[in-house]
Structure formats: C-alpha cells, structure tokens
C-alpha cells in the first residue's frame, strides 16, 4: 500500500494580487522543472495544508497549491465580496500565467473535483491530465443529500442534534436559516452556528475514518470564517446552473483522467463519479472498497498516490 511522499517544503511562495481586495496565497513545491499539477482543494472555504504537498512524486512533479479565495492564507479571511466560483477559475488561471506554466494536471478533491472540472470545460486546451477525488457536482441534490434529506436518514441522532440550532420557522429553509445565522452581527450566534455545522459535517465527513468525532474548538473564528463561505456557496447555488457540469461534458479535453471515489462516502456520493466517467468512458474509475470522503485515509492515499504516480509514468 502506498503511502504519502515525504514532508517537503515550498521552494517558491507568495501572493496573487488580483482586480478586487483579494490577494490568494501560493506555493510551489517538489522539481521546478517537473511536470505542473496544480492541487484544488475542497470546501468551499478550507484551504491547502502541508500534507497535501505530498501525494505527488516531488522529483517529478511540480507542485502547486494555493488557497482559494477568502480561504486559509489567502486574504481578506472569509470575504465573500467578489468571491464567486468564476472568480477561482480565473485565479487559477492567472496563477497559470504568472508561473508561466504552458499546461498542466489538475488534482482536485471534493469541491476541487468541482473546480477541476469548471476549469478543464473552460480552458481544455492548458490541461494534460485530471486527477478526481470524491466527485461533487454542486447540483441541488448534492446541496440536499447532505443538509437536507438524505444522509440525516443514516446519522438521525446527529442531525437531531444540529436541529436544535433552529426554532420551527427556520427549519422550513435551513439553508437560508443556516446562512443568515453565519453572517449575523451577533457574534455568539455566528460562533454557535458554525460549531454545530462543524460538529455535524465532521461526523459526517470522517464517519469511516474516526470512531468519535471530536470538534476542535481552539480557533472558532476559523470555524466562522470556514462556515461563512460555504454558505455563501451554497446559497448562490455555487455560482453555476444545475447540472452544467454534466451538460457540458463534451468540453473537457481528452487528456488521461482517473476518477477516484470511496465507495463509503457519505458526503459525496460516488454516483457524481459514476455520472462523469460514464459521460466519459475513456475515463478509468476507482472506486475505493475501504475508503469514505476522506483524502487522508490510507485505503484514499493508496489510490491517489497510485494515481499520481501512474500519470506522471505515463506523459514520461
């Protein structure tokens, strides 16, 4: 089983200053005259980390990770102002520029997965291979199986729990409930709704990973900030139409592209995998026996790592 490449640090970092306030914080790391993959990471809101430097051979590939808008490093922290889904398709592509990368791969899980695939319809022709992980769609029933109806079925306890945040009118609309709490002048309300979306996507999210899921508490601005644009996401429908991923499909370019997916997912369902590599059969599927959402599991590591590895092996 493989496992994660050795700690490595950046050997080039900085920001990206664009039209707006925000700047977005980047970093290269790995064999500067390697193979370009640029990693999307997941949220929206979250931001890169240290380990996720290491699922690529950094004496073949040339890493880079940068924090989305509003997200981690990049700055403001947690403004939404300006801070739509074309918004990040265009920094990353500024970031292509100013790195003065010709093409490159796109590593990209979960919401990463989704900008992977936005960025691949609208710039085919910089992309020479794609990576996926725990494929979202951003459609409404993705939005849904996971605030709505779906996995609370499977977790009723826990969503019970997060229930209590809400009196009966703001049950009726959880998500504008959710959001208008989140982005209250009210401090002790924003900071008590976004621990409980914490502690309830958490649970959810490491179910097949972690026996008791414990919420870390230290940072609750972290939290807010995190909270503030997630729902500022999904309340503008990720800034995308309905299914317009899958609609235009035909534009991605036919490039080598690996779909992984862990079968015990619960937050994103591997029929989002499913739906892609059937609307594009050239594509190779992974679905994971042992794995959830996770990236960090080590049946999830084994794949990517594998995935990784395979497709630099075979552009060499």
């Given amino acids: 089983m493989k496992i994660l490449y050795p700690e490595i640090e950046p050997f080039e970092s900085g920001y990206l200053k664009t039209h707006s306030s925000h700047q977005i914080y980047y970093e290269q790391v790995g ?20 380990n996720h430097r290491r699922y690529f051979n950094p004496e073949k590939y040339r890493i880079i990770l940068f924090d989305q808008r509003g997200s981690n490093r990049s700055k403001p922290n947690g403004e939404v102002e300006n801070n739509s889904t074309q918004d990040i398709l265009n920094d990353i592509e500024s970031i292509r520029k100013i790195l003065k990368i010709n093409k490159w791969t796109l590593f990209g899980g979960s919401w990463g997965a989704t900008l992977a695939l936005l960025y691949a319809e609208q710039y085919p022709q910089q992309v020479t291979g794609i990576i996926l992980r725990g494929t979202f769609l951003a459609r409404q029933c993705d939005f849904d199986w996971f605030a709505k109806t779906g996995v609370n079925k499977i977790f009723p306890d826990y969503w019970q729990e997060f229930l209590t945040l809400f009196d009966d009118a703001e049950k ?3 998500l504008d409930a959710l959001f208008h709490r989140i982005f209250s002048d009210n401090q002790q309300i924003r900071q008590e709704s976004a621990k409980a979306w914490a502690l309830w996507s958490g649970r959810v999210v490491t179910h097949g990973f972690v026996k008791d899921y414990m919420l870390d508490t230290k940072d609750v601005n972290k939290l807010v900030i995190d909270a503030r644009i997630e729902m500022h996401y999904a309340r503008n429908k990720y800034f995308i139409s309905e299914n317009q991923i899958i ?23 591997p029929e989002s995998s499913w739906l892609v590599h059937r609307a594009r059969p050239d594509s190779k599927l992974v679905i994971v026996p042992d794995a959830g959402h996770l ?3 080590p049946a999830m590591v084994d794949a990517l790592v594998t995935a990784t590895d395979e497709m630099i092996g075979g552009m060499e």
Wanted: net charge negative; with cysteine.
């Fill in 247 to 269: 609609d235009n499909i035909s534009q991605l370019p036919e490039v080598p592209t690996t779909i992984i997916h862990g079968r015990k997912d619960l937050t994103c369902l």
């Fill in 295 to 297: 990236a960090g599991e």
């Fill in 172 to 174: 009726q609309n959880l």
């Fill in 31 to 50: 064999n500067p005259h390697g193979q370009a993959v640029i990693f999307l990471h997941g949220g929206p809101g979250s931001g890169c980390n240290e």
